[in-house]
């Protein structure tokens, strides 16, 4: 089946460290993209990437880094620079190599992450 | 600016009943896409409906219609009939096609739909 899959599901973080979460995907998509999810609001969007090895910053990039070295894998590393992590991360991927958001952009399960 | 509104936080509606989600959207640009998503309990977003800025038609698809109003900037989304299976968060976003946002899907804040029995 095709999709996108994150993991963990859940994941708990202690202060101070660093923490990856990983986005696959097998729809030879080649636009991918971290969005963040806080309670009672929509989506901020993190990072996204166009094609491989090359990534753009989002609204809310500040804490957090990704790399892009596989088509598709997007891995989103949350840094103790992130002064309020805990929230819902959401991967999505999308056709196209503008990664421009008039994509319909496919959304992964999510990972959910809670700094103790 | 660019925003997507959604007044309406919370809807409570009994099953069988037809409810309406409103989005009001903002923007200068003449092409753009609006999309619904629905986030049920689980978290993942699902994709329900791409619009481009040209295609003012009403879609309906089973249970599910959407109009599209440029002229008062308005992609609300009815569904018909309810059911319990409804209940999620349903989330209007706006795409535009230039500048800082291409990369973005601009969101709404959501509304919470709970159908009851």
């Known amino acids: 089946d095709g999709g996108i899959t994150q993991s963990p599901k859940y994941l708990f973080r202690k202060e101070g460290q660093n923490v990856t979460l990983s986005c696959e995907q097998n729809?030879?998509?080649?636009?991918m993209y971290w969005y963040r999810q806080d309670p009672g609001q929509g989506l901020r969007l993190i990072y996204y990437?166009?094609?491989?090895?090359?990534?753009q910053k989002g609204d809310i990039a500040e804490g957090y880094s990704v790399s892009r070295e596989k088509k598709e894998s997007f891995p989103l590393t949350v840094t103790s620079a992130q002064k309020n992590p805990t929230a819902f991360y959401l991967c999505a991927s999308s056709t196209g190599t503008s990664g421009r958001s008039t994509d319909t952009q496919y959304f992964g399960p999510g990972t959910r992450l809670t700094v103790l | 600016a660019q925003k997507v509104t959604q007044a309406q936080t919370e809807i409570s509606v009994v099953e069988k009943e037809d409810v309406t989600l409103d989005c009001v959207y903002e923007?200068?640009?003449?092409?753009?896409?609006l999309f619904w998503y629905k986030q049920p309990p689980s978290g993942e977003l699902v994709f329900l409906i791409r619009?481009?800025?040209?295609?003012?038609q009403n879609e309906i698809s089973g249970r599910y219609s959407w109009n599209f109003q440029k002229s008062t900037s308005s992609f609300n989304f009815t569904i018909t009939a309810s059911q319990v299976v409804d209940s999620a968060v349903y989330f209007c976003a706006l795409g535009l096609t230039w500048g800082g946002s291409q990369g973005n899907l601009i969101f709404g804040k959501g509304t919470k739909l709970s159908v009851k029995p």
């Open positions: 923007t200068r640009d003449t092409t753009y896409y």
């Open positions: 619009r481009n800025s040209f295609d003012e």
């Open positions: 990437s166009q094609i491989v090895n090359d990534f």
């Open positions: 729809l030879n998509h080649d636009a």
